[in-house]
């Protein structure tokens, strides 16, 4: 089921990094490490052929049929035998191809397991070169690079087409928006749209700067994603609930008009204090699903952004 909301905006569940010592994979923020033992995959049938799974990190859309399973994106490296047993209750196929969204390891974390297990990851050529050679986080601490096994096996900057399952699997590159390595993967014949976290149906948006991503880069992106969405395409968000046009719309258009209202106190000097304490956001905190991803947090990266050099 589609949910409608008035507006819908983005949300972090922001947890630790990579857990296992052999999975360091980047990560936006760093959190306490959930206990995996308690969580559970929620799987959701959307056709015969296409699911999604909920559990501790991105969403994950799976698509079975007789050439195999495709996955996009994977969680978290302790998840992968519970998320291999959720997909065993709806396809008996082997698991042959995983898509990377982008390249935080809440999405990322399952890589090295899944390619152990056989799949051919695909990815950004920036997402694998940032798990090879990782950014420095929020505190400059630069982690350590993802395993061998964990890297990409065939990378992209232009769209490529994956025809399997009789399906038309579309991997359209999204620039410098929640990172330089995002991918909007467009499922034609189940009309749904995996878009990572570039859009997140929970709290407030937030790009990775330390990643390459960029507000500009952002709405370009919720802007493809409205252009290719029809009335009824399911937007699969990296995280929170399905959602349609409507509400991608309506989180671009909440970036523009804070972005609207910031500039003219940048252009007067205003310190990230200063526009903090004007309260651009005081129209929206009440209907925005609260989370980690703050309103302070929206504010503080959006002014980063507009107080860069043009």
């Known amino acids: 089921m589609i949910r409608k909301f ?132 929020p505190t400059g601490q630069v982690p350590p690079a993802a395993p061998a096994k964990a890297l990409p096996v065939v990378t992209y900057d232009g769209p490529v087409t994956l025809h399997i399952n009789g399906e038309d699997v579309q991997l359209i590159p999204i620039r410098a928006a929640h990172t330089d390595g995002d991918t909007l993967i467009r499922f034609p014949k189940q009309d749904a749209l995996a878009v990572g976290d570039y859009y997140r149906a929970l709290g407030y948006p937030r790009v990775d700067l330390q990643n390459g991503g960029s507000l500009e880069g952002l709405l370009a992106g919720l802007g493809e994603t409205i252009g290719r969405a029809g009335p009824k395409t399911k937007i699969i968000p990296g995280h929170g609930v399905i959602v349609d046009r409507n509400a991608v719309i309506a989180q671009r258009d909440l970036v523009l008009a804070t972005r609207d209202r910031m500039l003219p106190l940048v252009a007067q000097g205003q310190t990230v204090e200063q526009v903090l304490a004007a309260h651009l956001t005081a129209d929206t905190e009440a209907t925005v699903p609260q989370g980690p991803q703050t309103a302070e947090q929206f504010i503080r990266w959006l002014y980063a952004e507009l107080k860069k050099p043009q």
């Open 6 to 137: 008035p507006w819908l905006g983005v949300a972090a569940m922001w947890v630790a990094g990579a857990v296992q010592a052999a999975q360091p994979l980047p990560q936006v923020e760093r959190g306490p490490i959930p206990d995996y033992s308690k969580v559970e995959i929620k799987t959701t049938r959307h056709s015969d052929n296409f699911f999604t799974l909920e559990g501790q990190g991105g969403t994950i859309s799976v698509l079975t049929g007789p050439d195999g399973v495709l996955l996009v994106d994977g969680q978290f490296a302790p998840l992968t035998e519970k998320i291999v047993a959720a997909i065993r209750k709806v396809s008996d196929q082997p698991i042959r191809f995983l898509v990377n969204t982008h390249v935080h390891g809440d999405h990322t974390g399952g890589n090295e397991n899944f390619a152990k297990l056989g799949a051919l990851i695909f990815s950004r050529d920036q997402l694998r070169l940032r798990l090879a050679n990782p950014s420095p986080g």
